[in-house]
């Protein structure tokens, strides 16, 4: 996963995934693919939002 990626486009990537998924517009041998892509677009969505919230507590916490 490319490390200057914006967490709205890993989102809007994932979103393209579901959606393809949704449409039966994989085949087979893509699906496997796909959901590795998707777990992986996940997964850094969940490090970026663990790692801003993370960075908003210590602002807060700085301010106080």
């Known amino acids: 996963m490319e490390q200057e990626m914006k967490y709205e486009e890993a989102i809007n990537q994932l ?3 579901v959606r393809k998924m949704e449409n039966d517009e ?4 893509e699906i496997a693919v ?3 892509t998707a777990q992986r677009l996940i997964q850094f969505c969940k490090d970026k939002l663990t790692k801003t919230e993370a960075e908003i507590a210590k602002i807060q916490t700085e301010s106080e």
């Open 26 to 29: 994989y085949s087979i041998d």
């Open 34 to 36: 796909q959901l590795k």
């Open 15 to 17: 979103e393209a995934i």
